[in-house]
């Protein structure tokens, strides 16, 4: 193990002791050798420490009182030794090469001092949600300004960039999104490998009106120091109040979800001052409920119930966006339908595009959002073969939606561009003349296009010699 420098895998747990073992069970496969794996309990109460034990000296297990996972981490640091450490939830799970190419990325460049990757979401019980796309790398202090894009599980990081952020800095930058911030503005460079190295779970819920006040009081206090303290991209600094924006947003969401409808007014209210130009596109303002309201990470149990107690507690200012709820409540609609055809459930599935058309008849004859919700759902799913899905979807389409089927070849093509390029940045190269082929049957207008003529003529290669 001499070429292998020494990883730390830090786990903090609390009362996880029926879950705890999966997570442990998927470090143990990592095809990496040179590892320490520390769990350290921040004071479970249940048989947490019984089922550590049974690991012997597989795991280094330390306990403490209950402080929290950001003194659970630090803990972890403090009394670990590896060059790199990763922290991981006690109910996520690690794919076996994942250290490995983590850390030969590191080796080819060492300037870098994170590497995270692609994931997927996964449900309670495992099933698969959603993946990633396309993930920043390099100078991330604008994107990281934004939201937090790494699962907490992805990053690989040096020691020395967890050093940057000193004992007496404010508790705010131990989280998740500070520590990254953090190491962003620091200099540190962020490499990714863009294929899901981990699966990160989402169990939905609503969180109570002191945790969401307690996150609002943090992301604020981050962003002003980001903003007064640090040096930024030009950019960044230009997109302020966008940024600031899409904070106040993602924050009244979690306010609309636990039911705290004067909180929620006053954040949405906030939005809309930072971004008055999303009242004059009301598209756009919802594009982001959906996204929210859609995404494993907004945790929305009942997407529908979500968008219906936002506007029965629209703020004043949104008082001109009440006109459009039947055809928000359809886009939802449609969005779930979706993913009960990806999830073999096509009776439901047709069943809830039947409740989209309903409320919103003139989507047959305007599909852009239909189009735009099944093309959101087939490239997050990262289907093996996008053709089958968009097939199943038009095969079980309710009575009298048939204008429907006058879209299916354009988006077969766009669906099969991005599979493409989405392959063609990861590396997989053998799937893209496919893809690309029966993007131009569907399309033959891309035929213009020089980024897809790129692709397809850089990739034949690799194709022929699969093939």
Not at 186 to 198: R, T, V
Request: glycine residues 8%; proline residues 5%.
């Amino acid at each position: 193990m001499s070429d292998q420098p020494l990883v730390s895998i830090i786990i903090p747990t609390f009362n996880r002791a029926k879950s705890i073992s999966e997570t442990l069970e998927s470090v143990f496969k990592l095809t990496y050798q040179n590892l320490e794996i520390i769990v350290v309990d921040d004071g479970s109460t249940d048989d947490t420490a019984a089922v550590i034990a049974s690991y012997g000296d597989k795991v280094r297990y330390h306990h403490h009182e209950n402080q929290g996972v950001e003194r659970a981490r630090r803990l972890g640091v403090q009394v670990s030794k590896g060059a790199y450490i990763n922290f991981l939830d006690d109910d996520d799970l690690m794919i076996p090469d994942k250290i490995e190419r983590q850390v030969k990325l590191f080796q080819e460049h060492p300037q870098l001092g994170i590497v995270h990757c692609g994931y997927h979401y996964i449900d309670k019980d495992g099933g698969l949600l959603e993946t990633t796309g396309q993930l920043p790398e390099g100078d991330v202090r604008k994107q990281l300004a934004w939201g937090c894009f790494p699962w907490s599980g992805g990053p690989l990081v040096r020691r020395e960039c967890l050093e940057v952020i000193g004992e007496n800095e404010h508790r705010d930058w131990h989280g998740d999104w500070g520590m990254w911030l953090r190491v962003a503005l620091a200099g540190f460079y962020f490499g990714c490998i863009q294929e899901p190295l981990g699966s990160y779970r989402i169990v939905p819920g609503s969180m109570t009106d002191e945790k969401v006040a307690n996150a609002e009081r943090l992301v604020f206090h981050i962003l002003d120091e980001v903003f007064t303290k640090y040096e930024l991209p030009p950019e960044t600094l230009i997109e302020k109040n966008q940024i600031y924006a899409g904070w106040h947003f993602w924050i009244a969401c979690r306010y609309y979800v636990g039911g705290f409808w004067e909180e929620a007014k006053r954040s949405l209210t906030s939005t809309l001052t930072y971004r008055p130009d999303l009242l004059e596109k009301p598209d756009d303002l919802f594009q982001l409920f959906y996204w929210d309201a859609l995404s494993p990470r907004g945790r929305v149990g009942n997407p529908v119930k979500f968008i219906s107690d936002i506007f029965d507690h629209l703020p004043e200012i949104a008082a001109p966006i009440r006109i459009y709820r039947k055809r928000f409540l359809a886009r939802i609609y449609m969005g779930l339908a979706l993913h009960d055809y990806g999830a073999d459930r096509t009776d439901a599935g047709r069943h809830k595009l039947t409740e989209a058309l309903l409320l919103d008849p003139n989507s047959l004859q305007q599909p852009d959002d239909f189009l735009v919700s099944l093309y959101d759902y087939a490239s997050k799913m990262r289907l093996t073969s996008p053709a089958d899905y968009v097939n199943t979807v038009f095969e079980n389409l309710p009575p009298h939606a048939d204008a429907l089927l006058k879209t299916k070849r354009r988006i077969l093509g766009n669906i099969n561009i991005a599979h493409a390029f989405q392959d063609y940045e990861r590396g997989d190269r053998q799937h893209v003349p496919g893809r690309v082929i029966t993007a131009l049957y569907n399309q033959p207008h891309l035929l213009k296009n020089r980024g897809v003529l790129s692709i397809l003529v850089k990739s034949l290669p690799s194709y022929l010699k699969k093939h």
